[in-house]
Nanobody, 125 residues
Framework: QVQLVESGGGLVQAGGSLRLSCAAS????????MGWFRQAPGKERRFVAA????????YYADSVKGRFTISRDNAKNTVYLQMNSLKPEDTAVYYC??????????????????WGQGTQVTVSS
């Protein structure tokens, strides 16, 4: 059974940084796509970033390009989201997700079969 556990959220001032972690267990993830999504109060869940475990190809939403970096650590089975130059509009619950099917658009949330419980990120102005 796949389990995803996020950590690293918190409260930070605008311009600050946070690093989110997603510890994955239960399967071999070598062919998976791992994604980060976020959901602000009253809004739909939106794509943030994704990485293909096989070759580390990365994908980003336009709103976070140049500020966020997604990466993975094979030895730890962990995916990271380094978030720099944070803005109040980045405030949301951030979710880690895993998709066993590497085909298709990584930005589509319905492609992902497994989700973590979410971690709150709050950016104050």
């Amino acid at each position: 059974q796949v389990q995803l556990v996020e950590s690293g959220g918190g409260l930070v001032q605008a311009g600050g940084s946070l690093r989110l972690s997603c510890a994955a267990s239960g399967r071999t993830f070598s062919s998976y796509v791992m994604g980060w999504f976020r959901q602000a109060p009253g809004k739909e869940r939106r794509f943030v970033a994704a990485i293909r475990w096989s070759d580390s190809s990365t994908y980003y939403a336009d709103s976070v390009k140049g500020r966020f970096t997604i990466s993975r650590d094979n030895a730890k089975n962990t995916v990271y989201l380094q978030m720099n130059s944070l803005k109040p509009e980045d405030t949301a619950v951030y979710y880690c997700a895993a998709d066993p099917d590497p085909r298709g658009l990584v930005q589509l949330s319905h492609k992902y079969d497994y989700w973590g419980q979410g971690t709150q990120v709050t950016v104050s102005s």
